[in-house]
């Protein structure tokens, strides 16, 4: 009998396939080819969520974020704050000090940053003027999320965040008005895909680190925390006399959303039980905008579930059109 020899060539070859494969693995993981479904939802979504920001800042736009002697505060504090973390980002008095060359007071400066907010949000939800708006849109709101710093809560981190990768993703989508007016061709199914994993990523990072964090501590396993919650002003929605009818079921619903949260990066992702961790994550999320009066927190984190795993992929028709775009 003869004996087979294997070059070292071979060898090489059958040692490094098991890292090709993990490779490939992991690229079409990052790349999956997806529709710009998703992206419409992104960008009509945190159009309205701009616009309802807008609006509800509205009477107090310049009492918030006026200098100090004419505001709630003074925006210089909130804006120390930022200076200290990065001189690099934006906050209203770079505005106001542009406003200064042009001979525009600080109430008109502030004004027009309101407008042109309020004017990015109503371009977004319709899909004119997509990119540019997204752009304004982010600026704007991280101006005023770092010049009012001692206001700003959990939706703003969750909207400039947002924001910021509806800006970079590729705009426009075909369900705009920018795709009927320009007849754009169709984005890449891969870039798609990529900026979609990234925003399910993220997700799933910002609820297993809530998750775990509410894990560690005593206060979600009693439901002390959510009695504390519904009882601190302004958040006082539901009446006390209701919540101390139904205290027993306090601890339930804190280990209901330990569990949940904790467990979301595992159960979001298989098909089976997608739909389920979406449904109670939605639903929490819409709770507590009724119960507590978040509205803005709640509409921002439905918005990126409903983008992020709320849209079912349709590969055959991403493949096809990643196809057609290829050649």
């Known amino acids: 009998m003869q004996s087979v020899v294997k070059s070292p060539g071979s060898q090489i070859s059958v040692g490094l396939s098991p890292l090709r494969k993990f490779w490939q693995r992991f ?4 790349f999956p080819p997806e529709t710009d479904t998703w992206l419409a939802v992104l960008r009509s979504g945190l159009g309205l969520q701009v616009i309802v920001y807008a609006l509800f800042l509205r009477s107090d736009w310049h009492y918030l974020f006026a200098s100090s002697g004419k505001g709630l505060v003074g925006r210089e504090v909130g804006e120390a704050i930022t ?4 001189p690099l980002i934006p906050t209203f008095g770079w505005l106001v000090a542009f406003g200064r060359n042009l001979n525009m007071s600080e109430e008109a400066v502030l004004t027009v940053a309101w407008i042109a907010l309020l004017s990015a949000g109503c371009l977004l939800l319709l899909g004119l003027f997509s990119r540019p708006a997204a752009i304004v849109a982010w600026f704007v709101h991280l101006c005023a999320a770092e010049s009012g710093g001692l206001l700003a809560y959990g939706a703003d981190s969750f909207m400039t965040t947002a924001l910021f990768y ?4 590729p705009l426009p989508d075909h369900y705009s008005f920018d795709h ?5 061709k169709p984005k890449n199914p891969l870039l798609l895909g990529f900026w979609r994993r990234v925003l399910q990523v993220h997700l799933c990072f910002i609820y297993f680190i809530g998750g775990l964090a509410k ?27 209701m919540l101390v009818r139904f205290k027993y079921a306090l601890p339930l619903l804190g280990i209901s959303i330990c569990l949940l949260e904790v467990s979301y990066p595992i159960f979001i992702w298989s098909k089976r039980t997608r739909w389920i961790w979406l449904g109670c994550i939605l639903a929490m999320h819409a709770a507590i905008g009724l119960t507590m009066g978040l509205y803005l927190f709640a509409l921002v984190m439905i918005v990126m579930n409903l983008a992020a795993f709320g849209v079912p992929s349709t590969d055959k028709r991403a493949q096809a059109t990643s196809a057609t775009t290829e050649q």
């Open 83 to 86: 200076a200290f973390d990065s």
């Open 180 to 184: 009927w007016v320009t007849k754009t």
């Open 27 to 30: 690229i079409g993981f990052l």
């Open 166 to 169: 509806l800006m970079l993703s």
């Open 215 to 241: 894990c560690l501590g005593n206060g979600w396993w009693d439901g002390s925390n959510l009695w504390r919650s519904l009882i601190r002003p302004p958040f006082t929605v539901v009446p006390p006399d």
